[in-house]
């Protein structure tokens, strides 16, 4: 079992929908999350960490649930510009170590 | 502010041959980790360079090797390639003296063709 794992996707979703992207982490101890946003053969970006109480950047919201170990994020009004990977990250107990999971892609549509 | 930087931009090597990258850190940064993205894939932990020294490594064979500057600045060495070496490989710098350690940034990374 992979320590992160995602659905590669794609998901080709029309500008305006909302699209939720789920992740898994195996390592119950793993103690900070995040999610990164990589466009085709560039490199990643941080695109928000994400934290026990769940939070909310624009039109992001990203929301943490440990009991079951898996992290979420969440997209409305899905524009042109969103189409990208987004990366689940993982970090292990000794904080030096990013675990990234395979990526999800997404696709907007006009 | 210079982002991190990386050089070259892209490589093609042939197998059994030795390839060193270069990363110059985001100003500020004293943390440089590296990361091999096979395509189709996230990025794999490689290694973590603090204080001119290996902090932590990944699953990877001893033919990778790293360097870190006093100006904070790494190599990724690279000894007798195959063709599964072939990656984009990616720096990534943090201000672990801060705590941030978490918060990465990525250079653009360096693609390698392993022939």
């Known amino acids: 079992r992979k320590e992160v794992e995602q659905d590669p996707g794609p998901f080709n979703v029309p500008e305006g929908a909302t699209v939720a992207f789920n992740c898994t982490y195996s390592n119950s101890a793993s103690q900070s999350f995040f999610w990164y946003r990589q466009d085709c053969r560039k490199e990643p970006k941080l695109l928000m960490s994400?934290?026990?109480s769940g939070n909310e950047d624009g039109r992001f919201t990203a929301q943490l649930n440990r009991a079951s170990q898996y992290i979420s994020l969440l997209i409305r009004d899905s524009k042109l510009s969103d189409s990208a990977t987004y990366l689940c990250v993982v970090n292990s107990v000794n904080n030096n170590d990013m675990r990234f999971g395979a990526g999800t892609r997404l696709t907007v549509k006009p | 502010d210079a982002g991190v930087t990386q050089s070259p931009t892209h490589l093609i090597k042939t197998r059994g041959q030795q390839v060193t990258l270069r990363c110059s850190p985001k100003?500020?940064?004293?943390?440089v980790s590296w990361y091999q993205q096979a395509l189709g894939q996230g990025p794999q932990f490689i290694f973590q360079?603090?204080?001119?020294?290996?902090?932590q490594r990944g699953n990877f064979p001893d033919r990778f090797s790293g360097h870190q500057f006093p100006n904070y600045s790494s190599e990724l060495n690279v000894n007798a390639l195959w063709l599964g070496d072939s990656a984009l490989y990616l720096c990534?710098?943090?201000?672990?003296?801060?705590?941030?350690?978490?918060?990465?940034?990525f250079g653009p990374g360096t693609r390698l063709t392993v022939l």
């Open positions: 990534a710098s943090s201000p672990f003296a801060s705590g941030r350690a978490n918060e990465q940034f």
């Open positions: 994400v934290y026990s």
């Open positions: 360079y603090y204080e001119e020294e290996e902090r």
């Open positions: 100003s500020g940064h004293d943390t």
